[in-house]
């Protein structure tokens, strides 16, 4: 089952300056205006590593990494540990905490059934990170990963092991951040051997993951004999841990030839119940409303102040439409709004949602409603979040959900804790 170890971490010493100028989200939701402001603040943020621009931007990380490694702006870490990581946060009107440990975890390849993925994944974002690697030989950013701990065993350790002054803590503006070091060899062991029996269910990081397999056989092939490669850094959270958030991500829809609302809701006729509504802020409640019934609905905004409640009849039609799915895939909305709505009534097949032709998206409502009024986006799917029970049956059933069907809030900090691979 899943293998974790200690690490040295490498991390930002006292003279690159106060962690939270050093720090910054996942590369892959941050904007170039938002990268420039990070390296106006201090210019040894760690997105020099994580997002490197210019000619020739991998070679610029390594040789930046190789820098402040010689300068002693970052150091690894004297004795292995494991990190423990905490966010604090709000999210639908309440304060959440979600606390894990990051460590090191061997790399299995996913049809073993140790480690199991829940999304697809696009080939250019994985040859991006595959270039960085070869580059840096580093881990700048965690992979998420949740885990079934039923007697939450694991989370009680954690929270004796956290009790103390954090070695990092602050505010960034929206999430507080905390981190403590754990040195002690018998805790750590003591966690270790809890994961013995254990699968890991990613919840984001598909793409870095499989990176990090694709880096490992490179390494092999090159000769390198070493187990470094052969781990890659995680952050492990309790499935249950009650501080879990996953937002929606909504569905909009584009240049789409011959484009016909009416003809559109008169088909959703056949499997949903289509119920128009006045006023786009009763959007929100209704969809909850649903989401407490355990009902498959979203709501169809065309423009103007009405929308259209679509809630599926009858969830067993999925069977005739999926047979080849387990009863967890065939059950996510995105499934259905995916394949009854999208692909059935509108033409929009696997191939185009893959190459986002006519499909695009974004998990802020008001920018989806918006990108309509603007004659941007022809209409918008509005959706509920994914259940955390769902990620979980999706991926024990060995299958994948459609790309963009989780958002995981908050993001994981990226700069705190590094795995700097050795060989």
């Given at each position: 089952?899943?293998i974790?170890?200690?690490?040295?971490?490498l991390?930002?010493?006292?003279?690159?300056?106060?962690?939270?100028e050093?720090?910054?989200?996942?590369?892959?939701?941050?904007?170039?205006?938002?990268?420039?402001?990070?390296?106006?603040?201090?210019s040894?943020?760690?997105?020099?590593?994580?997002?490197?621009k210019?000619?020739d931007p991998?070679?610029?990380?390594?040789?930046?990494?190789?820098?402040?490694?010689?300068?002693?702006?970052?150091?690894?870490?004297?004795?292995?540990?494991?990190?423990i990581?905490?966010?604090?946060?709000?999210?639908?009107?309440?304060?959440?905490?979600?606390?894990?440990l990051?460590c090191?975890?061997?790399?299995?390849?996913?049809?073993?059934?140790?480690?199991?993925?829940?999304?697809?994944?696009?080939s250019?974002?994985?040859?991006?990170?595959?270039?960085?690697?070869?580059?840096?030989?580093?881990?700048?950013?965690?992979?998420?990963?949740?885990?079934?701990?039923?007697?939450?065993?694991?989370?009680?350790?954690?929270?004796?092991?956290?009790?103390?002054?954090?070695?990092?803590?602050?505010?960034?503006?929206?999430?507080?951040?905390?981190?403590?070091?754990?040195?002690?060899?018998?805790?750590?062991?003591a966690?270790?051997?809890?994961?013995?029996?254990?699968?890991?269910?990613?919840?984001?990081?598909?793409?870095?993951?499989?990176?990090?397999?694709?880096?490992?056989?490179?390494c092999?092939?090159?000769?390198?004999?070493?187990?470094?490669p052969?781990?890659?850094?995680?952050?492990?959270?309790?499935?249950?841990?009650?501080?879990?958030v996953?937002?929606?991500?909504?569905?909009?829809?584009?240049?789409?030839?011959?484009f016909?609302?009416k003809?559109?809701?008169?088909?959703?006729?056949?499997?949903?119940?289509?119920?128009?509504?006045?006023?786009?802020?009763?959007?929100?409640?209704?969809l909850?409303?649903?989401?407490?019934?355990?009902?498959?609905?979203?709501?169809c905004?065309?423009?103007?102040?009405?929308?259209?409640?679509?809630?599926?009849?009858?969830?067993?039609?999925?069977?005739?439409?999926?047979?080849?799915k387990?009863?967890?895939?065939?059950?996510?909305?995105?499934?259905?709004?995916?394949?009854?709505?999208?692909?059935k009534?509108?033409?929009?097949?696997?191939?185009?949602?893959?190459?986002?032709?006519?499909?695009?998206?974004?998990?802020?409502?008001?920018?989806?409603?918006?990108?309509?009024?603007?004659?941007?986006?022809?209409?918008?799917?509005?959706?509920?979040?994914?259940?955390?029970?769902?990620?979980?049956?999706?991926?024990?059933?060995?299958?994948?959900?459609?790309?963009?069907?989780?958002?995981?809030?908050?993001?994981?900090?990226?700069?705190?804790?590094?795995?700097?691979?050795?060989?």
């Open positions: 089952m899943a974790i170890k200690p690490f040295r971490a991390r930002y010493t006292d003279q690159a300056g106060k962690i939270a050093l720090t910054c989200p996942p590369y892959d939701i941050i904007s170039e205006e938002q990268r420039k402001a990070y390296l106006d603040e201090n040894k943020n760690v997105i020099r590593l994580e997002l490197p210019g000619e991998y070679g610029e990380a390594g040789r930046t990494l190789d820098t402040w490694l010689k300068d002693g702006i970052l150091r690894e870490d004297t004795q292995p540990g494991i990190y990581y905490e966010e604090e946060f709000k999210a639908y009107g309440e304060t959440k905490k979600i606390k894990g990051i090191r975890v061997k790399l299995i390849e996913f049809d073993k059934g140790v480690i199991l993925p829940h999304e697809e994944t696009l250019k974002a994985k040859e991006d990170r595959f270039q960085l690697m070869k580059a840096t030989h580093c881990n700048f950013s965690q992979i998420y990963s949740l885990y079934m701990d039923e007697q939450h065993k694991t989370k009680s350790r954690i929270d004796a092991l956290s009790k103390d002054t954090p070695r990092y803590e602050f505010f960034d503006g929206n999430v507080t951040h905390r981190m403590w070091i754990v040195n002690d060899p018998v805790a750590i062991e966690i270790c051997d809890d994961f013995s029996m254990r699968k890991l269910y990613i919840a984001d990081g598909h793409h870095r993951y499989e990176t990090a397999l694709n880096f490992r056989n490179w092999r092939e090159q000769g390198v004999i070493s187990p470094e052969d781990y890659c850094m995680m952050m492990l959270v309790d499935m249950e841990n009650e501080g879990l996953v937002f929606p991500t909504h569905r909009l829809i584009h240049d789409l030839p011959n016909d609302e003809k559109l809701l008169k088909d959703c006729e056949q499997e949903f119940r289509v119920t128009s509504y006045e006023g786009t802020d009763k959007i929100g409640p209704a909850n409303e649903c989401y407490q019934k355990g009902e498959k609905a979203f709501a905004y065309c423009g103007g102040e009405s929308w259209n409640l679509l809630v599926l009849k009858d969830p067993a039609v999925m069977k005739t439409y999926l047979p080849e387990s009863k967890a895939s065939q059950e996510l909305d995105v499934a259905v709004l995916h394949t009854m709505i999208l692909q009534y509108m033409g929009i097949d696997k191939e185009n949602m893959a190459k986002q032709i006519n499909l695009s998206y974004t998990r802020d409502l008001e920018e989806a409603l918006e990108s309509v009024r603007q004659k941007k986006s022809q209409c918008a799917f509005l959706m509920n979040p994914t259940r955390v029970t769902e990620i979980r049956d999706v991926a024990a059933a060995g299958e994948k959900m459609p790309q963009k069907s989780t958002y995981f809030y908050p993001k994981l900090i990226t700069g705190l804790a590094m795995n700097k691979m050795d060989f």
